[in-house]
């Protein structure tokens, strides 16, 4: 089983940037994907971003394209996400979950405890 942990939130002023991180350990990951979400209060988990461990293949939402960006570094079993030009409305928890290769989208699990972020106007 894979454990994940998500660290790098904090407050920031709308325009700044941040940079998140999901250390992951436990089983061999070359068969997950990992992927990064956000709840913010009052609404529903949104998917941003997911990339596959062993080729780094990533996708990522529409609605934060060109502001977010998806890496991971295999040395230090650990994903990113890179969030600039941050917005009020971005803020929320954000969390990381992993799901094997191949599956869908609800397949993710083994959930993170989260990270605040939180953009001041």
């Known amino acids: 089983q894979v454990q994940v942990t998500e660290s790098g939130g904090r407050l920031v002023q709308a325009g700044g940037s941040l940079r998140l991180s999901c250390a992951a350990s436990?089983?061999?990951?070359?068969?997950?994907?990992i992927g990064w979400f956000r709840q913010a209060p009052g609404k529903d988990r949104e998917f941003l971003a997911a990339i596959t461990w062993s080729e780094g293949r990533s996708a990522i939402e529409d609605f934060v394209k060109g502001r977010f960006t998806i890496s991971r570094d295999n040395a230090k079993n650990t994903v990113y996400l890179q969030m600039n030009s941050l917005k009020p409305e971005d803020t929320a928890v954000y969390y990381c979950?992993?799901?094997?290769?191949?599956?869908?989208?609800?397949?993710?699990?083994?959930w993170g405890p989260g990270t605040q972020v939180t953009v001041s106007s």
């Open positions: 436990g089983r061999t990951l070359a068969m997950y994907v």
């Open positions: 979950a992993v799901k094997p290769r191949g599956s869908t989208r609800a397949d993710f699990g083994s």
